[in-house]
């Protein structure tokens, strides 16, 4: 796998509470799950990764997903994940006043790390349920 593809995440580029980047010489582990973890370590970030490969663009859109995410955590991860190339706001193109959140390639990249996530979690945990329509059914 070429690695130089994605550069690797400046120790600057996030300023988050509990998740902070360390630089390479102070970093906790040099683990790839530990450093994916940093980035994508909870659960409003998988979920708004969700709800964008399922379509949803606009910041309303996600507001009425029904795990109840909070208008300043949804900033916050929105900006995270902006900030590591891993969504970005543009305009609409169906209408300018609004922005909208689309994944980049590398954020497209997570579509199968959530499908095996939905893989394991349809096996082992009750209650599970795949809408159809979405990209894993």
């Known amino acids: 796998q070429n690695r130089s593809a994605i550069p690797p995440f400046p120790a600057h580029a996030i300023s988050m509470p509990s998740y902070q980047f360390q630089s390479p010489s102070k970093q906790r582990s040099?683990?790839?799950?530990?450093?994916?973890?940093?980035?994508?370590?909870?659960?409003?970030?998988?979920?708004?990764?969700?709800?964008?490969?399922?379509?949803?663009?606009?910041?309303?859109?996600?507001?009425?997903?029904?795990?109840?995410?909070?208008?300043?955590?949804?900033?916050?991860?929105?900006?995270?994940?902006?900030?590591?190339?891993?969504?970005?706001?543009?305009?609409?193109?169906?209408?300018?006043?609004y922005p909208e959140y689309v994944l980049t390639a590398r954020g497209k990249e997570l579509k199968s790390l959530l499908g095996e996530l939905i893989k394991w979690s349809m096996k082992h945990v009750e209650g599970s349920n795949l809408p159809k329509g979405t990209p894993w059914s």
């Open 30 to 97: 040099t683990c790839p799950i530990c450093r994916g973890l940093e980035i994508l370590g909870d659960k409003w970030t998988l979920l708004i990764i969700r709800d964008l490969l399922i379509g949803k663009r606009r910041f309303k859109e996600f507001l009425q997903s029904e795990e109840g995410i909070t208008t300043n955590i949804l900033t916050d991860r929105l900006n995270r994940l902006i900030k590591c190339e891993i969504a970005e706001k543009r305009l609409s193109e169906e209408d300018s006043r």
